[in-house]
């Protein structure tokens, strides 16, 4: 089976930096993805890694490391919109998603 | 707008009853899933579908159906409800299920059996 841990929640100060972690064991790799989900909404795809390395996008960046089994999404200079829960997905060697509790980020004035 | 409906937006059923969720997408994605979503348990996979005439089982299908008769549809099945199925059920397609290729989700359905 997949296992995949990131924390429960973790809250910021508005224009801060904040690192959400995702740690995982899968049976085969196949890339890992972030997700935003605003309460009662869908979630909406941020990014995408399958290589070791960092990749920007704007304010979020996500970082993998394979051999670790970990990955990071840093969201900085925050802002009040960015209150939502991040869903860490790995595609495991199946090609199937399989999802984290998520994390939710409670941005403060 | 393209994207992915479902309907109903909520529904309350009681336990017994049989009801089907709908899903359908405008991109011509390969690909669709339905995923529940419980709290603290995070989203899981039911059934997906590769391609227009097949079907998979995901993490927990036991006590759903799915079909993929065309590639815009992609229908769930509850034959017999439980109160365990109550949940949020979301549907999602990629155009196809490697590389790059995200999971865009619908607006979900949230479902409550009695």
């Known amino acids: 089976g997949q296992n995949i841990d990131q924390p429960t929640e973790m809250t910021a100060t508005e224009g801060a930096i904040v690192q959400i972690n995702c740690t995982y064991q899968?049976?085969?790799?196949?890339?890992l993805f972030w997700y935003q989900q605003h309460a009662g909404e869908a979630p909406t795809f941020l990014s995408y890694?399958?290589?070791?390395g960092l990749e920007e996008k704007g304010r979020f960046s996500s970082f993998l490391s394979r051999s670790k089994g970990y990955s990071y999404l840093l969201l900085k200079e925050l802002q009040m919109k960015d209150s939502a829960s991040y869903l860490c997905a790995v595609r495991g060697g199946d090609y199937k998603l399989s999802f984290g509790a998520g994390t939710t980020v409670t941005v403060r004035a | 707008i393209a994207g992915i409906t479902q309907a109903p937006t909520s529904q309350i059923l009681a336990a017994g009853r049989r009801m089907t969720l709908r899903c359908t997408q405008d991109m011509r994605h390969n690909a669709m899933y339905w995923y529940r979503q419980d709290l603290g348990l995070g989203l899981r996979l039911i059934h997906y579908?590769?391609?227009?005439?097949?079907?998979g089982k995901g993490e927990v299908p036991d006590g759903y159906s799915v079909s993929r008769a065309n590639t815009d549809d992609f229908p769930l099945t509850l034959a017999s409800a439980v109160p365990s199925q109550t949940s949020v059920y979301f549907c999602?397609?990629?155009?196809?299920?490697?590389?790059?290729?995200?999971?865009?989700f619908g607006p979900g359905t949230r479902l409550t059996v009695l």
């Open positions: 579908s590769n391609t227009a005439g097949t079907t």
């Open positions: 890694n399958v290589l070791d």
């Open positions: 999602a397609s990629s155009e196809r299920t490697s590389g790059a290729n995200e999971q865009f």
């Open positions: 899968t049976s085969g790799f196949n890339g």
